[in-house]
């Protein structure tokens, strides 16, 4: 052994027990993933603007709160929603157990959820426009501007999530496209980047999914 070895050793362990920096983890997300991340952020930081401009405004304009009721069928359509994101948390075992099948259900049980979100959101809007006229404008597009962020923001949310439709769509047809044959479920399992393509669908969809949870919270407590 040399004498300088011991040396070499500890210098090569030095920092070895410490937890890695913030930018070294990013250097080791997938670009793919870190641009989903980066979206999320995007798309985050836009809604916090819109709500809070549409707290402003609505606790700016003078109307008591509790005034008016929203729609029941938007408590209906989180329901949905909350269901479809659990349904899809159920895709990584399912992934992870080789189980194919398994995974078509799940994932068209998900996007039926979702086309079902969609529909109910609109019944909601209607329902709005509905009332608005039986109040003289007082939720309609023309009447109070906080009544209009209620449209603005549900339709801009419903938009963000069918974008995370097209790409489930999409991966449920390759999903279920494998299924039906034992060599392709096999280079489906073992390929890296379906599993990334559904961790970046999980990623996407459960933010979507709380994102509307909070938006939601706030039409409820000060519509």
Same mark, same amino acid.
């Given at each position: 052994?040399?004498?300088?070895?011991?040396?070499?050793?500890?210098?090569?362990? *030095? %920092? #070895? /027990?410490?937890?890695?920096?913030?930018?070294?983890?990013?250097?080791?997300?997938?670009?793919?993933?870190?641009?989903?991340?980066?979206? =999320?952020?995007?798309?985050?930081?836009?809604?916090? $603007?819109?709500? /809070?401009?549409?707290?402003?405004?609505?606790?700016?304009? %003078?109307?008591?709160?509790?005034?008016?009721?929203?729609?029941?069928?938007?408590?209906?359509?989180? *329901?949905?929603?909350?269901?479809?994101?659990?349904?899809?948390?159920?895709?990584?075992?399912?992934?992870?157990?080789?189980?194919?099948?398994?995974?078509?259900?799940? @994932?068209?049980?998900?996007?039926?959820?979702?086309?079902?979100?969609? %529909?109910?959101?609109?019944?909601?809007?209607?329902?709005?426009?509905? !009332?608005?006229?039986?109040?003289? /404008? #007082? =939720?309609?597009?023309?009447?109070?501007?906080?009544?209009?962020?209620?449209?603005?923001?549900? #339709?801009?949310?419903? $938009?963000? &999530?069918?974008?995370? $439709?097209?790409?489930?769509?999409?991966?449920?047809?390759?999903?279920?496209?494998?299924?039906?044959? %034992? *060599?392709?479920?096999?280079?489906?399992?073992?390929?890296?980047?379906?599993?990334?393509?559904?961790?970046? &669908?999980? $990623?996407?969809?459960?933010?979507? !999914? /709380? @994102?509307?949870?909070?938006?939601?919270?706030?039409?409820?407590?000060?519509?």
């Amino acid at each position: 052994m040399s004498p300088d070895q011991p040396d070499k050793q500890r210098f090569n362990t *030095i %920092g #070895a /027990g410490q937890p890695a920096s913030g930018f070294a983890r990013m250097e080791r997300v997938p670009p793919l993933l870190l641009m989903v991340y980066l979206s =999320v952020g995007a798309v985050g930081i836009l809604f916090v $603007v819109l709500l /809070g401009a549409y707290l402003y405004t609505r606790l700016r304009n %003078g109307v008591p709160l509790g005034l008016y009721t929203l729609p029941q069928v938007f408590s209906l359509s989180t *329901i949905v929603l909350l269901i479809s994101s659990y349904t899809l948390s159920q895709a990584n075992r399912l992934y992870r157990s080789d189980d194919l099948p398994g995974l078509v259900r799940c @994932l068209s049980a998900t996007l039926l959820l979702g086309l079902l979100f969609s %529909g109910l959101q609109v019944v909601g809007w209607k329902q709005l426009l509905l !009332d608005g006229s039986l109040l003289s /404008g #007082a =939720v309609t597009l023309t009447g109070k501007a906080s009544a209009t962020y209620i449209y603005l923001l549900s #339709a801009l949310h419903v $938009v963000h &999530l069918l974008g995370g $439709v097209l790409f489930l769509m999409a991966l449920l047809w390759r999903t279920h496209h494998a299924s039906r044959d %034992g *060599i392709r479920s096999l280079f489906f399992i073992r390929n890296p980047y379906r599993r990334m393509q559904l961790r970046m &669908l999980s $990623v996407y969809w459960h933010f979507i !999914d /709380g @994102l509307w949870v909070v938006m939601f919270a706030l039409f409820l407590f000060f519509y």
